[in-house]
């Protein structure tokens, strides 16, 4: 099979693409299929790269090495203006002299259709987002949320068979932010278009994506499905950038356990050798609570006796800090239901037993890699 016919499958193929701006590589050795329908999340912390790889698959900044394939044709040194994509921006970007109609109408104008094909298309897409008295209006009539919303109507108008999405709900209130990444969920099912969303956002890419690629310093560090990334990361930068994680410095010892302190842990099996140093790692929420005098029915449970230290209610559940000397002094942080707490007469300042499931309990090298 050729190259062409693999990346054939695919949507949109990006291979071993690089980015230098001078002597900064922004992009390292990027590779990544995406198919059709897919809704993908670039999400890494800021300067990773996130955006110099949307503005490449555009076109708006060439690659300095690799290629780009969509659908079957490799755009890989195409202006943005040859390329089949629509994109809405953080700043909504719309033409403020313009009204709603004409901003949404812009491409469709440039592409020659019809005033009465224009009139037809604006007025559905206008009640796609859901503004339909809106059109004669201007930009600074609207709100944020309805001017992302605008600039969404525009990118789709043309029925782009890509849609790129620059961090567009950063600029929107908390709230605002949710429901509209409800909605824009919503019509990229509808319209079963590409997606592919760069956001610095944890929450909004696991809300959203149906893959996310996880990205640090110009590199890809894991792509996954949101449940994927966030319980199974496959190195500690993901583990860490994506929710709470309890690291523990440990060592590997007796075939694959984990010696924290004085004890001895069965852990989620990884390939260290014994003696390897390596970083423990468990989610607040995979502890799991006992009484004291619990007793285990296996070693598997790892048992250990904390300190209940402090408590903090946040509302569905509570977050617990959890002290055990043998830690050398590590804090444990756990998040308890309400039941949970109710039910063991939890309390700050009482000894407790705390479950650190062998299957939940992960090993990770400590540069990086799991
Ligand atoms: P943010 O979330 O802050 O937007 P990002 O992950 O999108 O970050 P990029 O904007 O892709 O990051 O930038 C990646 C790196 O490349 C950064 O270190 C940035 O400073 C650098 N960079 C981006 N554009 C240029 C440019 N035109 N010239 C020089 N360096 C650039």
Known sequence: MTAEQTSGEFYLSIKDLWKAFGTFLALRDISLDIKEGEFI??????????TTLLRAIAGLDLQTRGSITQDGKDVSNLP???????IVFQSYALFPNLTIEKNIAFGLENAGRSKAEI????????KLVGLPDQGKKYPAQLSGGQQQRIALARAIATKPGLLLLDEPLSALDAKVRVHLRHEIKELQRKLGVTTVMVTHDQ??????????VVMNHGVIEQVGSPTEVYREPSNLFVADFIGEMNQIDSAVANGGRLAIGEDSFACHAHDFSDGAAVVAAIRPEDIIPHEVGYQPESAEQNCIEVLLHEMEFLGSFWRCRLQNDRFGGAELIADFSINAVRRLGLAEGKPMIIELPADRLMAFDRSGES
């Open 41 to 50: 999340c670039f999400l890494g912390p800021s300067g990773c790269g996130k």
């Open 80 to 86: 943005p203006s040859e390329r089949d994509f629509g």
């Open 119 to 126: 009139a037809t298309r604006v007025k559905d897409l206008l």
């Open 203 to 212: 929450e909004e890419a696991l809300a959203m994506a149906d893959r996310i």
